[in-house]
């Protein structure tokens, strides 16, 4: 799926479509009365967000993890397993699995630590303590009911913002933003702009800004490149290219989570021959690659740089300590 256009200006479809968010949240609330709130007995932090679409949901969880683990605590992922065909509660391997069993997400956080996968999030944080985690962290999961978490983060691109406020189908929004905000300790702003929803956030609720810091960019500083990617944005990992100094002659853009077919593999490596340049693509569309398709095919890395890191330690120390 591709973000409409009119979600960014609260134009005529906009207000056209806004009877229909009525539908979306009705949905939405039933499903939360309807749903048994369970704790897996070890602290739950959520990495989320209040828009349809990629903020930097993951490169914030693998950095909330690293905080951590630097605090000695054994923290697993959890995921719903977007695109995979998994139910779960299921370990995810990335020996063995691949992105159409548990999707590229899930395969992309195991190389870094355990990582679950579980359609019931509930029954998947109980199966994640049991193996022995200290706390858990949710990829996603801002609006899921299933689960009470211990501190909740929104994930927010501040180039994007929260577009035109609206809730799904007239806007991006999952939830009112005062529903989303009730829930969250802090925002994770990444990126320099300045969204205008900033300008009313209640004094409760920080705002941790953060910037994606490319980790192999000398290895493209220089050369041809034909970039693609299956994101949410992908003109953001074009940025992230431009900024090692990449010199991109071509991109190629997919839906977000597109599965990659071998004829547009062969496409893909016919367009760059021609063109004298290299492919490059993401982490986690590389995860969407069958292993034996992934030679010549070049990765940019990253990770998530806080400004002040000593605020999101602040928080997750006020968290671990709290009960």
Request: proline share 6%.
């Amino acid at each position: 799926m591709r973000a409409p256009d009119f979600w960014q200006a609260d134009g005529f479809w906009a207000k056209a479509l806004s009877p229909l968010s009525l539908l979306w949240r009705a949905g939405a609330g039933i499903r939360a009365m309807k749903t048994t709130m369970r704790h897996p007995g070890c602290k739950v932090f959520c990495v989320g967000n209040f828009t349809i679409g990629g903020a930097g949901k993951t490169p914030t969880a693998l950095a909330l993890y690293h905080t951590l683990h630097h605090m000695g605590i054994n923290a697993h992922f959890l995921s719903r397993g977007y695109g995979g065909r998994e139910i779960g509660p299921h370990r995810v391997d990335p020996a063995t699995d691949t992105a159409s069993d548990v999707g590229d997400e899930p395969l992309l956080l195991a190389h870094t630590a355990t990582t679950w996968v579980s359609r019931d999030r509930g029954m998947g944080a109980e199966t994640a303590r049991n193996a022995g985690a200290d706390a858990i962290i949710m990829d996603d999961g801002l609006q899921n009911p299933s689960v009470i978490k211990d501190c909740s983060f929104a994930v927010v691109d501040s180039g994007f913002g929260i577009g035109n406020g609206r809730v799904i189908p007239a806007g991006p929004m999952r939830e009112t933003l005062e529903q989303g905000l009730a829930k969250v300790h802090a925002i994770i702003l990444i990126g320099d702009g300045n969204p205008p929803f900033l300008a009313n956030l209640p004094a409760s609720v920080p705002v941790l800004r953060a910037r994606v810091v490319p980790c192999n960019g000398v290895e493209l500083d220089g050369r041809r490149v034909l970039a693609f990617a299956g994101i949410a944005r992908p003109a953001k990992f074009h940025d992230s290219l431009r900024t090692v100094g990449a010199n991109i002659v071509a991109t190629v853009d997919f839906a977000d989570h597109h599965p990659f077919r071998p004829n547009e593999l062969a496409d893909l490596r016919q367009r760059a021959a021609a063109l004298n340049a290299d492919l490059v693509t993401t982490e986690k569309d590389l995860m969407r690659l069958p292993v034996a398709a992934r030679n010549g095919i070049s990765t940019l890395g990253i990770k998530l740089a806080f400004e002040a890191p000593d605020q999101l330690e602040k928080i997750i120390k006020a968290v671990l300590s709290d009960g």
